[in-house]
């Protein structure tokens, strides 16, 4: 093989791995979960991470709430068993709107990086997430949104 030749293969490597993986990881749904509210409390069946109504083993990491009164979705992850975590899609930075793959937050205007707790992975943003108070019971997640 020729320089020429290898240098532009070895280009496309470069190139293509790294769209590779972003392409994969965009490939994980956005789903806006169904909710209700009482009060200053949001009701969300567990049924809503089942990507199958059917098939209970299969489901999704994270759902999207839309609440009224809040200009910025609320991301709720499942972490493991009972345990959940909730934040609300908006940098700390300068007020973007957060996209959610990888297991991370980040912020498409100048790059800050959240992990699913709402803790600051990397800046320039300085301050963590507003994240809110969950709790379980057999069917359903309670948020509280004060
Ligand atoms: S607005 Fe998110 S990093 Fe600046």
Redesign the pocket.
């Known amino acids: 093989m020729n320089r020429k030749k290898f240098i532009r293969q070895t280009g496309y490597l470069l190139v293509g791995i790294p769209l590779g993986v972003n392409l994969l990881q965009s490939c994980e749904s956005i789903y806006y979960a169904k909710s209700s509210q009482q009060g200053s409390k949001i009701i969300i069946p567990k049924t809503e991470f089942y990507k199958n109504p059917d098939d209970t083993n299969t489901k999704r990491k994270y759902v999207l709430l839309t609440i009224e009164n809040l200009k910025f979705p609320v991301c709720l992850y499942h972490l493991k068993k009972e345990n959940y975590a909730a934040a609300l899609l908006q940098?700390?930075?300068?007020?973007?709107e957060?996209e959610v793959g990888g297991g991370i937050y980040s912020?498409?205007?100048?790059?800050?990086e959240f992990n699913t707790k709402g803790e600051i992975l990397s800046?320039?943003?300085t301050k963590q997430l507003k994240t809110y108070t969950l709790t379980t019971d057999e069917k359903n997640i309670y948020l509280q949104l004060s």
């Open positions: 940098c700390t930075h300068r007020g973007c957060l912020c498409p205007c100048h790059g800050s800046g320039p943003a």
